[in-house]
């Protein structure tokens, strides 16, 4: 029973993997090169899912809000950043090498830490693998060079709290919010974009009094669950960790992990932190408190957000099989607010001058000039088109018929029913407008 499980789980990953690759949304990384582990690039459908991802959660928690400061921190800095941060020293994860094939894993991963799960080979001791990627800044070759690729967004926030108070006087309490890459040497890059290397966090710190920090957790808590809900993560999926001490990281006195039913298992998706006034103090920082009149040294919630995987929980929370005219196809259920193309225009006929130059100047170029992500598709019939722009997770297909041509209504069908239904071109602004709402 449950290999079966397994099989199909496994089967769904392919599926996705596989979709990504052939409707142009995601690739591996140097692909023509055999490809880079734990890489990826975006192609134009990815890349549209990817921002309108980012662009809800920026609408939400900066352009919605009073007390919210967006940041975009370098993501080169200084090494000193890193020591005072605790990731110089401490951010490393468990390492065994096998003495055998020399193939190296994250021993709080294994199952059996003596034997090589790949060759049988013994397992040596285990040892601490820092994750950060270090390089050289300028030509110089001393250690002084060193600079670290960021492992998370949040020091680039912290390093700027005295810049944001003091160019915005914010009262108690505020938040700094960023979306950015971040960088990890992960030992075993896996799962698609899972654990990745290089891949993009949204975070943000709230700076709160002390004696604040437990309703301030409990209330982020709530705003990152509805948000995932927002964009379409399947909440039924969705599960809170309250993370031991021993599993926390090192700045955290309190982590709740929000776990997704992944089909490689359940696994963290998005996390909040109580980072209590370690990062503020080890880079000497405070703030005047101007109600208590005196220098405090904020505490910090951190909801934490990675993108890479919001996209994979949306992808996996999409994605639809369902038989139609005796086939089955396979559809992405994004919602309209998320979804990269938000409808597709279509002549009939393409061979037909007068319905495509129609669809052309009365439905796709007013459309969109107005949404932007609005796709021509004329290749192949119209269940072919069907078929791709389901697959692309399109919700509106629009088709301009001869009708048209009279009656000016054209054909709207819905992704998810099949339903068409006839809606004037010039409503069709407005209906679709509706629906993204
Ligand atoms: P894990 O235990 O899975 O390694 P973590 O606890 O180290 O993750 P955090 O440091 O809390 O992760 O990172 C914050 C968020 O960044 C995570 O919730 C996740 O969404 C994302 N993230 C972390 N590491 C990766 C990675 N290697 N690839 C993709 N996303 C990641």
Request: proline residues 3%; charged residues 35%.
């Amino acid at each position: 029973m449950k290999k079966e499980k397994n099989t199909e789980e496994n089967n769904l990953m392919e599926k996705i993997v596989s979709l990504c690759k052939r409707r142009g949304f995601i690739f591996q990384g140097s692909e023509i090169y055999g490809g880079l582990a734990g890489t990826f690039d975006w192609g134009h459908f990815g890349v549209a899912l990817k921002n309108n991802i980012k662009q809800a959660w920026w609408k939400r928690f900066v352009d919605g809000r009073r007390d919210m400061y967006g940041v975009d921190a370098a993501i080169l800095m200084r090494q000193e950043v890193w020591q005072k941060s605790g990731h110089v020293a401490g951010f490393a994860d468990p390492m065994v090498e096998c003495d055998k094939c020399k193939k190296k894993f994250r021993a709080d991963q294994l199952e059996d830490t003596k034997k090589c799960a790949d060759c049988g080979g013994k397992l040596g001791a285990v040892m601490k693998f820092n994750m950060m990627f270090a390089t050289k800044v300028g030509a110089s070759d001393d250690s002084s060079a060193t600079s670290y690729l960021r492992p998370e967004t949040a020091q680039g926030m912290f390093v700027n709290f005295k810049n944001t108070v003091d160019a915005f006087h914010p009262r108690l309490p505020f938040g700094m919010a960023q979306i950015g890459k971040a960088f990890r040497n992960e030992i075993t890059p896996r799962d698609f974009l899972f654990r990745a290397r290089e891949f993009e966090q949204m975070e943000i710190e709230y700076f709160t009094r002390e004696g604040d920090w437990e309703k301030y957790f409990e209330y982020w808590k709530d705003e990152m669950l509805e948000w995932m809900e927002e964009v379409g993560i399947d909440m039924a999926k969705v599960h809170e960790l309250e993370v031991p001490k021993e599993d926390r990281a090192h700045y955290s006195s309190r982590t709740v992990d929000f776990e997704f039913d992944f089909p490689f298992g359940k696994k963290e998706l998005f996390g909040i932190a109580y980072r209590t006034d370690f990062d503020l103090k080890n880079h000497e920082l405070d703030y005047v408190d101007e109600e208590e009149s005196k220098k405090i040294t904020p505490h910090v919630i951190e909801p934490t957000f990675g993108v890479d995987r919001a996209v994979l929980a949306i992808l996996l929370s999409a994605y639809a099989e369902d038989e139609k005219e005796g086939e089955v196809r396979s559809f992405l259920k994004f919602k309209p607010s998320i979804a990269p193309v938000i409808c597709a225009v279509s002549p009939l006929l393409k061979n037909k001058p007068e319905l495509v130059e129609y669809a052309n100047t009365k439905v796709y170029a007013p459309l969109k000039a107005e949404f932007g992500r609005v796709a021509w598709d004329d290749n192949g019939n119209i269940g072919k088109r069907y078929r791709r722009q389901d697959e692309i997770g399109t919700p509106f297909c629009i088709v301009v018929d001869f009708d048209t041509l009279t009656d000016n209504s054209v054909t709207v069908r819905d992704r998810d029913t099949g339903k068409q239904e006839r809606v004037k071109v010039a409503d069709l602004r407005n209906y679709i407008k509706e629906k993204i709402n």
